[in-house]
Nanobody, 126 residues
Framework: QVQLVESGGGLVQAGASLRLSCAASGRTFSDYAMGWFRQAPGKEREFVAAITWSGGTTYYADSMKGRFTISRDNAKKTVYLQMNSLKLEDTAAYYC???????????????????WGQGTQVTVSA
């Protein structure tokens, strides 16, 4: 069992940066790959980034490459999402998730993740 709590969201202007954190509780955090997803009002949940259990491999949605960085600290049971050069279209609720995706091709599929946090809101203004 893993419980996840996101933090770090807020209201920022376009071009600014934010760092989201996701703190996990439970003994098996390091067993899981971790992902960040986001969901804007009226839209489906969208893959943002994922990282393997060791932190050795990361994956990003094309629109986030070069702007967002996912990382994890297994000793602190925390995963991070550094977001730079934020755009209006980045406005959404951001969720972290823990899972064991069966293969690389499905790391962006929410169905591959078992545990989810409650989300943190990121609002980017002009």
């Amino acid at each position: 069992q893993v419980q996840l709590v996101e933090s770090g969201g807020g209201l920022v202007q376009a071009g600014a940066s934010l760092r989201l954190s996701c703190a996990a509780s439970g003994r098996t955090f390091s067993d899981y790959a971790m992902g960040w997803f986001r969901q804007a009002p009226g839209k489906e949940r969208e893959f943002v980034a994922a990282i393997t259990w060791s932190g050795g491999t990361t994956y990003y949605a094309d629109s986030m490459k070069g702007r967002f960085t996912i990382s994890r600290d297994n000793a602190k049971k925390t995963v991070y999402l550094q977001m730079n050069s934020l755009k209006l279209e980045d406005t959404a609720a951001y969720y972290c998730a823990a899972g064991i995706p069966r293969r690389t091709a499905v790391v962006g599929n929410p169905a591959e993740y078992v545990y989810w946090g409650q989300g943190t809101q990121v609002t980017v203004s002009a």
